[in-house]
Every structure is written in structure tokens, then in C-alpha cells.
């Protein structure tokens, strides 16, 4: 164990590792998936496509084909291209990679991300969190303070955030990102839920980046993300992406299943659905505190002293349901509990398992 600690970074050694629960036995409803299968047909089809792929190749590091049904599929901008990532989370990693000069500033509202901050203290660079009001929305004028404080090397947005759910009004994330004097990316992993997109407007702006992500759409096992932006930061982008991140299997059915992207666009539509049923039985809880949702999941404050949100999440647990409980983390998410939408059965199980521990 001394060599470890002689070898590993003390700020490494510090950390906690990113935690997963889990979720054996359980209603799993704490990381966001897509609660519903592909249909039959369509799932026979993917297991004959797997059983012709060569894995005993290394893929093709450019996936030629995978991102231009990216940009027809998701309406990249003429000018614009897309690099591919081994999920959003890779992402992360080899863009903030390629500004990690000295002295460069990471900047995003607080709370939002984990992994953006995570990824900065990697690459052991400064991280500036611009806390968010009460109601969780972004406080424009003091991140407007920050970015001329601090000339930020790089931005991050999510849009919708996690882990609060809302979507930040258009007007000040126009701002801030006609104030960035770096990189802004906005983080659109929810996009499918929200509607609202900064793609169309990739070429208004030249520093703007647009990240999505097809694990909130039901493709959570493949991990497949990517960068869309100008040419001329792909361009950079891809210098810091291993060449093979992307494996041949990811490759060959996220091909088949963008070419049946009716298919995904109806799972997000129901989980939707799901969303709007069921936000006005939580609001009808006593005891709970609902905040808006543009996401596949809804945010919720038990209210009472500190420690009654774990308590909650502790019986709904006891009775079969997993969520994801945010206190013990960032200050303004004490006794928070994020709530991922499931099948409808999934979520009255829910809201059943909610009341019972809220009594």
C-alpha cells in the first residue's frame, strides 16, 4: 500500500470512484435508461447483424459510415461533422483533453455534471462551479461575472441539466455563449425529451459545440456519443480520441437501429408521456417539493431536516425501488431524490413506494 500511495496522485487518492448501485432484485430507476425493449422484429434482426460482424477486426477508425447517418439522422449543419465517442463520458474526456493547456479554466453552472468537474481535476485543471439560484436556474449576470473573472478555456451547458432536470432559459445561454472567449459545448443528452436543440444553430456561433448522447433513447448498453461542431474543431477533437474507441459491434447496430429511428423517436415519445402522467400524481404528495423536468427524469426535495431524503430513498429501496439519492453531495441538493421515468408499471410502483416512505 506504500507504493501505491508513493505512486498515485494525492488528489487521485482523495477521490471516490464514480459510484454505481447495485440494483439487483430492484425497480431500477436511478440512472436515467429507457425503460422499454426493441420490438421483436426489429431485435432478431440486430442478433443476425452481430453474429456476421468480424470481431476479429479492429474497427474503422473514422466509422464513416455511422457518422454521416449521424449528421442526415440529426440534422448536423452543412459545414459541420461529428466525432464519436465511447459515450458522452469519452466524450468529456478527450475535449477537455485538447484545451488542457496550463492555466486553462473549466467553467459550468452548479450543481450539473459530475463528470465535468471530474474530468478537469484530471487533467489537473482549474474548475470554476457558478452556483445556480434556489429554483435551479442559471444566474446569468454572475456567470457573465465569472466568464470575464475568469476567461474560461472551455464552457459546459447541459441542456437540459442534469442533475435538476430544467432546461436553462435560450436567451442566457445565447449570452453566455456570445461572452465565452473559449470553447462553450452544450451538453444536449436529454434533447430527445426537451425538444429545444442548439444544433440547428452550430453555425451562428464559432466557438459552440453541441454533445449528444443515444443512451437516454434506449441504447445505454452500446455507449455511443458524440461531438457535433465546425470542421475545424472535430478536426482538433479527434487528435486526442484513441483511435479505436469505438467498437465494431456499437458500430454495426447503432447503424441498423439510426436507420429505424422511428423506432427510437417512439420509446423517447412514451417515456414522455410517462413524464406527464405522472409529475402531477408526485406534486399531490405531502411532503414533497416537484421541480420541472425537461428530462427523462423528475427531481424531487423531501422536505424536513437533513437526513430525511436518505430515509426516504432507504424505504423505497426496502420496498423494491431504486432511485438516486443526492444527499451528502452538493450543498443545494440536500434531501434531493432524482427519480428516472420507467414503464408505467415501473412508475406506480414508484409513486406507491414514495407515499408509503413519506408517511
Known sequence: MSRVRSVIRPDVLAMSAYHVADASGLIKLDVMENPYRLPEALAKDIAALVAGV???RYPIPSAERLRALIRQTMQVPAGCDVVLGNGSDDCIQYLTAAVAREGAVVMAPSP??????????????????VPLREDFSIDVDAFLQAIAQHQPALVWIAFPNNPTGNAFALDDIEKIVRAAPGLVVIDEAYQPFAGASF??????????VVMRTLSKVGLAGLRLGYLAGRSEWIAE?????????????????AIRLLENKSVL??????????????APLLRGLTGLTVYPS???????????????GTRVFNAMKADGVLVKDFSGGHPSLQNCLRLTIGAPDENNAMIRALKHALE
Open 54 to 56: 468480424a470481431i476479429n
Open 112 to 129: 450539473s455534471f459530475v463528470m465535468f468537474q471530474m474530468q478537469a481535476n484530471f487533467f489537473r485543471l482549474p474548475f470554476v462551479g
Open 199 to 208: 444544433m440547428s444553430r452550430l453555425n451562428e456561433f464559432d466557438q459552440l
Open 237 to 253: 477533437f479527434n487528435k486526442t480520441r484513441p483511435p479505436f474507441n469505438l467498437n465494431v459491434l456499437t458500430e454495426a447496430v
Open 265 to 278: 423517436d417512439d420509446m423517447a415519445a412514451r417515456v414522455l408521456t410517462e413524464r406527464e402522467r405522472i
Open 294 to 308: 425537461a428530462a427523462n427524469f423528475i427531481l424531487v426535495r423531501v422536505n424536513g431536516a437533513p437526513g430525511r
